[in-house]
Structure formats: C-alpha cells, structure tokens
C-alpha cells in the first residue's frame, strides 16, 4: 500500500468518521480526507474530534465499546454490536490510546448501569511500550474504572501486518496488552481486564491477528472479526471467553472462565 495514496476500504460509510456520529460526511469529502497514518487509515482530525465529542453513551446502556477501527468494523458482523445490544462509544479509525483519554475525560457522567465494557485500541499505537504508553494505558485504565464502577473490563486486541504494525509479532502485541492490568479471575468487576481474542468454541486452531493489507485488516466477513464478535458475546453474557491452546497456556491456566480447547 502507497502511504501517499488514499486507501479504498470496504466499508464505504465508515470512511472518515466514527461510528454513531451525529453527521456523515460525503463520500468525496471523505476519500479526500482520509490519509494512511499510524495503524489505521486516520480521519481528519476535525472529524471525528468534533463528532466523537458529540456522542453521548445511553444512560441506560449495560455494555458499551469503544476505540479504534476495529469498533466501526465490529458493527458490521453479522450478528454483531447492534444485535447483541452492546452500545457504541467513542471511536474513530486512526485513533489511539491517548485521543480515546481526552474523549473519555470530557465527559462526566458516571455510567453505574454499565456492566461490560470492551475497547478496541493499540493497533495506531504500534503496540509500543513506551514510559509514554504506559502512562496513557495507566490514564485510561483510571478513567475507564472510574467512569464505569460497576463494570468488567475486557481490552480487544488489534490487527497487525500492515502500515505502521506491518513489522509487528504477536508477541509483541502480547507484550503490549500485558501493560493493562490483565487478570485471570473475573469474579467481580473492576479487578482488572481480559485480553480478548479471536476464537470460536468449535474453532480449535489459533486464529492469527495478521493481515498483510489494510482492505483485509477492516474486512467484516474475515473469521477474525467474526470469531473476536463471538467471544465479546460470551464475555458480556456469560463473563467466558475462549482461547485457543496457545493463548490458553500464556493466560487463562488458572482460569476456571476460560474454557480450554485441545
């Protein structure tokens, strides 16, 4: 991928913009805008900075996702967001760790009613693991534990393999992700969070988060968005996930949540 050219993404109406914004550009004007920066093809700043700041999370609402890209793409799957009643946060392609702080702390409601909540970030932060990083991981843990007191927290992992993650491993993103306060008890909520992956039940084979093309990395029929939608299903009704036997063995052995696959 040209990093001077605009990429032609899959999802045509998601294209400079977050999704449950309040407007939506044109398609020109978005095509015009977007430019391949960071992890993710990011917005116009202007875009979703105004629109993000516009959304405000239903009081009401049990679960709720925010982040990256990966939000927008989630909502396509089939049996995805909208039907399983998870609500849609602040998020925009292109963004990271730090953008989602600054969303994050300009509102003040507390959302007591809230009992899982899932962010999708890391991936237009290279997964770094920098004093910066992990600073602004330890200000969204403090943000998010403060504004959602009652909930369990699960952090979804990103793509990798192109653009500015093209070099990445998985292990790195591990690495990465271990800079949350990852637990592998989940009795009551606020005690840490879940490293969510891509894995279905009946699905024993490792389900790899590399994509060697942004079209493929934001591609709603692709089994990892469909298998990562599955365990976010789980984990909001049933507080489980599943793992395939590598991601087993690195955090879930003592688990009694994760349901181990041979």
């Known amino acids: 991928l040209n990093p001077n050219k605009t990429p032609k993404f899959d999802y045509p109406n998601l294209v400079n913009r977050n999704v449950g914004a309040s407007s939506t550009p044109s398609s020109a004007a978005a095509a015009a805008a977007t430019a391949a920066v960071g992890g993710n093809a990011a917005a116009a700043a202007n875009d979703c900075d105004t629109n993000a700041t516009k959304i405000t999370l239903n009081i009401s609402s049990t679960s709720v996702i925010m982040g990256d890209s990966t939000v927008g793409v989630l909502a396509q799957v089939p049996n995805g967001l909208k039907d399983n009643k998870i609500d849609i946060g602040y998020n925009c392609e292109g963004k990271d760790v730090a953008w989602l702080n600054k969303q994050l702390?300009?509102?003040?409601?507390?959302?007591?009613?809230?009992?899982?909540?899932?962010?999708?970030?890391?991936?237009?932060?290279?997964?770094?693991?920098?004093?910066?990083?992990?600073?602004?991981?330890?200000?969204?843990?403090?943000?998010?534990?403060?504004?959602?007191?009652?909930?369990f927290l699960a952090v979804v992992a990103g793509t990798r393999g192109w653009l500015k993650v093209k070099n990445i491993t998985e292990s790195q993103q591990d690495v990465y992700y271990n800079q949350f306060d990852i637990v592998d008890d989940w009795t009551s909520p606020g005690n840490g969070w879940l490293y969510l992956w891509a894995v279905k039940d009946d699905n024993n084979k490792h389900v790899s988060s590399y994509f060697d093309d942004v079209n493929?990395?934001?591609?709603?029929?692709?089994k990892w968005f469909i298998n990562l939608m599955y365990n976010i299903r789980q984990f909001k009704v049933k507080k489980q996930c599943f793992r395939s036997e590598k991601r087993y063995e690195l955090y879930g052995a003592r688990d009694k949540n994760i349901k181990r696959q041979n």
Request: proline share 4%; hydrophobic share 30%; net charge positive.
């Open 105 to 151: 702390s300009k509102d003040k409601t507390v959302y007591k009613n809230v009992k899982t909540v899932f962010v999708a970030i890391g991936t237009n932060d290279g997964y770094a693991t920098t004093s910066t990083e992990k600073g602004a991981i330890k200000t969204l843990d403090s943000l998010i534990k403060s504004k959602f007191p009652n909930a």
């Open 216 to 222: 493929k990395a934001h591609n709603p029929k692709n």
